[in-house]
């Protein structure tokens, strides 16, 4: 299994930018990609970026001009940095980790770290 744990959400204003991180442990050899969804109250979870150990990044359209997704292959991190918030970024965010185990792939999730754009 993996294990992921997240810092770095905080409050901000409008504008302004943030920083989250991941650190995964466990059996992370078997990691083949990383990345970030988000999640507000009543509405379903997102994508918000992903990237894969080799560095192939992909983002939602809300976040490609904004936001940057990177990668520590060898240390299994991964951090997303954000630019320009704006409220509607207003969420709670979860790093995700796509792995490989015997039967097939396996999603495994973090515990959230809360991010509050004020306006």
């Known amino acids: 299994q993996v294990q992921l744990v997240e810092s770095g959400g905080d409050l901000v204003q409008a504008g302004g930018s943030l920083a989250l991180s991941c650190a995964a442990s466990?059996?992370?050899?078997?990691?083949?990609?990383m990345g970030w969804y988000r999640q507000t109250s009543g509405k379903e979870r997102e994508l918000v970026a992903s990237?894969?150990?080799?560095?192939?990044?992909d983002y939602a359209d809300f976040a490609r001009d904004r936001f940057t997704v990177s990668i520590d292959s060898a240390q299994y991190t991964v951090a997303l940095q954000m630019n320009s918030l704006e409220p509607d970024d207003t969420a709670d965010y979860y790093c995700?980790?796509?792995?490989?185990?015997?039967?097939?792939?396996?999603?495994?999730w973090g515990q959230g770290t809360q991010v509050t754009v004020s306006s």
């Open positions: 990237i894969s150990t080799n560095g192939r990044a």
């Open positions: 995700t980790a796509y792995f490989w185990q015997y039967g097939g792939g396996n999603r495994a």
């Open positions: 466990g059996a992370t050899s078997r990691i083949s990609s």
